[in-house]
């Protein structure tokens, strides 16, 4: 019987070591990187038992700038979504947000170094302060 232990989304970039300082300093996530020198051909990174994969690609795909188009999409608890929006937005630009969804889901979107788009989610107690979604 076949027992799967976990996902791992896998990110193309141009620069395994680029992104992952990328990913660890604005997102908290800790690298694991291959080789352990540059210049690395892969790294998983972990945060909160969720992992994804960098691997090094000459090509990267070309990367679409629809609003919602996320690669990748982070789903936080613990009402930590304010402490990560302002530890976030002190080193990188915000693409979209924060704002209330619809559905009730705190959003705000970065952009990696390769044009990745990242949502960042948590469903909060109170949403005061935080404008709702516009369109």
Known sequence: MLHLVSVRPVIRVSDVLRSLSWYRDNLGFTPEA???EPPHVRCVLQRDGVSLMLRHA???PPRS????DWD???TLEGEALAELL????R???LVRGPEVMPGGMVEFE??????YRVCVAERLSDVTGFP???G
Do not use: I
């Open 110 to 115: 970065l952009e990696d170094p390769d044009g």
């Open 72 to 74: 990748v999409y982070l």
């Open 34 to 36: 291959v080789p352990a």
């Open 132 to 134: 709702p979604a516009v």
């Open 58 to 60: 000459n090509a990267v």
């Open 86 to 89: 302002d530890h976030a937005r």
């Open 91 to 93: 080193r990188t630009p």
């Open 65 to 68: 700038l629809l609003p919602g």
